[in-house]
Structures are given as C-alpha cells and as structure tokens.
C-alpha cells in the first residue's frame, strides 16, 4: 500500500462547479499535512497547511480526518486558472520529510 | 520571502557524461535541502536529504555513488548525476525549509526544478 493515495483523475468540471479530492495516508503517526498545486512542468507550490479543526482560504477548504486517515480539499466556484495537479503531500512525526501523492488531475472547462 | 532558485533550468547531455545542479536558497539559510525527482505523469519522489556539513540520507533504491550530493554551505545544496545515462532523464527539483521562521518551518519552498535529457 502507497503512503499516500490519490485518485489521479482526471476530474474535468464545469466553471463555477464544486469539486473535492480526497486522499488517504498510512502513516497514523503522520503530523503535518498539506496541499500543494502542481502546474504542467512547473514545481509544486504550497496552497494551503491542512489543521485539524479544518481551514478555509476563499474558496478553497481542506479538512483532516485522523481517525480514518485522509484529508479533503474542497474547490468551490471552480476557475479556469484552478486547473492543475493536487498533490497531496503528509510529513510524518520526527522529520521535515515529505511524502507526496500521486496528485490528482483537475480541468475546469469553459 | 523563502525564495529557492535551480541552475541550470534545463540540460542536456550524452551518455556517460556527469551534469551538476545547483539549488540555492536566496533569502534564508538552510540546513537541510531535499532533492526530489519526477517522472512524466508521476509524483514526486523523495531521492535524498540533504544536509549542510554532513553526509546526505539517501532514500532506499537511490544510489548514493551515482548521485552525489554536497551541501557545503547554508544556501547551496549541489546533485551530481555521475555517468548519466538516458534513464535518468527526468525533472529534479529541490526543496529547503526556513527553519528560522518559526511559523513556517515546516514549510518546504521548492526550487523551479532541473529538466534533465540524456540521449
């Protein structure tokens, strides 16, 4: 079993659409997790820290569920510009190592 | 803030030669670096980490005599892919953490990656 797991989609939506991605971890001792966004041959960037009471930045909502192990990233209002690789990354306890999914495709069509 | 810059952007090589890369933190030190490689359509994998004044840790499969890494001050982590051979191509991109900033460190900043072709 991978460490992290995605579905690698692709999810095509509709602009303005609702779309979630969930991804599971093995590690239960895994302490910090994150979203990152993956552009066509680009690096990843950091879209948000992922807390466990939950967070939102605008339009964007990621949750934590430790006790099933996954992690939830919600798009509301989807844009063109959404359209990208999710990559799912968990750093587990006692080290600054991170552990990617594979990421999961996203197009948001016009 | 926390800015991580790759030299060069992209290369490309024959086989048996070596190609050096650089990953440079700009605006912070870092005592520890992370190399990571990706294949089209896969995700990143971990290759090592890298660590300022001491040996790096290497990830298990990852030859450690075939990439060299050396990380001989707090901005400057360097790969050396040894007698590079058309399998190795691929896209290698670094990353460092800002473990100054308290609120951040954690936070890994990546660089905006190496792509390597060997013919």
């Known amino acids: 079993r991978k460490e992290v797991e995605q579905d690698p989609g692709p999810f095509n939506v509709p602009e303005g659409a609702t779309v979630a991605f969930n991804c599971t971890y093995s590690n239960s001792a895994s302490q910090s997790f994150f979203w990152y966004r993956q552009d066509c041959r680009k690096e990843p960037k950091l879209l948000m820290s992922?807390?466990?009471s939950g967070n939102e930045d605008g339009r964007f909502t990621a949750q934590l569920n430790r006790a099933s192990q996954y992690i939830s990233l919600l798009i509301r209002d989807s844009k063109l510009s959404d359209s990208a690789t999710y990559l799912c990354v968990v750093r587990p306890s006692g080290t600054y190592k991170y552990i990617f999914g594979t990421g999961t495709r996203l197009k948001v069509l016009a | 803030g926390a800015v991580v810059s790759q030299h060069p952007s992209w290369v490309i090589c024959k086989s048996g030669t070596s190609v050096k890369i650089e990953c440079r933190s700009l605006?912070?030190?870092?005592?520890?670096m992370f190399w990571y490689r990706q294949f089209p359509k896969q995700s990143l994998m971990l290759m090592a980490t890298s660590n300022e004044g001491s040996k790096a840790t290497y990830e298990q499969g990852v030859e450690k005599d075939k990439f060299l890494i050396n990380h001989a001050s707090l901005t400057l982590s360097t790969l050396t892919v040894t007698s590079a051979h058309p399998e190795d191509s691929s896209f290698y991109i670094c990353s460092a953490n800002n473990l100054s900033h308290l609120d951040s460190q954690e936070t890994q900043y990546f660089g905006p990656g190496t792509r390597l072709l060997v013919l």
């Open positions: 605006d912070f030190q870092a005592t520890t």
């Open positions: 992922v807390y466990s």
